[in-house]
């Protein structure tokens, strides 16, 4: 009920705020957009200028103004009741894993580097989970009350989901980050938490951005950021079968590859492992969303290292994380991090000229700053559906989109990172210039 009652007085309460953040972000890039155009001009996008995001802004508040046209009602889930068990003896068996998120971090302070040092490191090949736990801790303990930390969900074989939460919790206008829900894709983890750290350190500094110190502008919005939502899948992208704790998760594992071998979908054991990009079930996260779930027909019918859309839309741990978020809190916008390309894609041929207005908005924005190509994805369909954004935009009403990062092979190597944290440093600070509002 939360989701379908949310939905509508968001959109229309943001309709006159988005002009004013359009204009706002439009004179920002008009003066210090400067500092960005290496990054812009490196790809030549017939659709993106600036031209295009203020015009979008002056068709948005005219058509607003003369036809009230309310927004569409989310169409209803068509989820069954889930029927409840009364123990979960899964669920107990993952919590007794010795998951260091269980641990007391403390006893990690050795390893925090030095005052003046960066904590996240970005030198190393693999940026693990353990060590995202420990810079999640590293980090609350450098810049005390400046983020929350929340375990959303544990996952089969025994990892937490972590939500970051930073910015005015009590803003009417929330956005959420996931990244990394394809295992091989975690170049992207490693970015959420470069992004969180370079947040922390221009909010200590009062640094600005556009005409706005950090400080005023996170004051008028809250960011939900899903460092590393696949944490099961990405310890068999980084370490293979030796990246898993449970029996079950191995048997599964190793089930997925005789039966991806069988089919055509497999050659060595290493680089299947590499190119994983399901969970720990053999699900791929992204075809879990109940968004034509039913109607999917583009992938195997059972699991495997990509396609297997599970036993039930939603049926998964972390497809239940993410979509708590959006239950909790009143989140206008939802961006998944992918890999890879340098695109965004947005617009799934949406039929709601508002929401289809909003989703071009935040495009161009982020076209803008990280100079990736808009793309057109499509209205879900039987090959292609379950996903995440498809999911927010067609069933929530929400504003969603995808961006994929790198011009590399998933894995992405660590020496294209520098690419992507130039494209990628400001777009939590430019979220919040867009989304942010004075209450
Ligand atoms: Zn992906």
Known sequence: MKKTNGKTPILLKIVPFLIMAAAIVFLYHTVS??????????????????????????????????????????????????????????????????????????????????????????????????????????????????FDTNILATTVDGRAIYEIIIGNQRSSHHVLIQYSIHAREYINTLLAMCQLEDYLKNMTAGASYGDKTYPDLFSGICIHLIPNSNPDGIAISQFGEAGLRTQGAKDTLKACYEFDQASGRATDFETYCRRFKANANGVDLNKNFDVGWDIYAGGPTQPSYEGYHGTAPESEAETKAILSVTDTYPVIAVISYHSEGDVIFWNYELEDEQLLAFDQQLADNLAQITGYTKRISKKYNASLSGGCSDYYVWVEGRIALTIETGEDTCPIRINVFPNIWRDNQFVLPMLASLYGVTE
Request: net charge negative; hydrophobic share 25%; charged share 25%.
């Open 33 to 146: 957009i400067g500092e960005q155009s290496e990054t812009s001009s490196e790809v030549q996008s017939d659709e993106v200028t600036v031209d295009s995001v203020t015009s979008l802004a002056g068709d948005l508040g005219s058509q607003t103004q003369a036809d009230a046209t309310p927004t569409p009602t989310p169409k209803p889930k068509s989820t069954p009741t889930p029927t409840p068990t009364p123990v979960d003896e899964d669920l107990l068996l993952r919590q007794s894993v010795d998951d260091i998120s269980t641990h007391d971090l403390a006893g990690y302070l050795s390893e925090m580097p030095a005052e003046g040092e960066d904590i996240v490191s970005t030198a190393t090949e693999v940026y693990t989970y353990e060590q995202m736990v420990k810079d999640i801790y590293f980090l609350s303990q450098r810049y005390p009350d400046l």
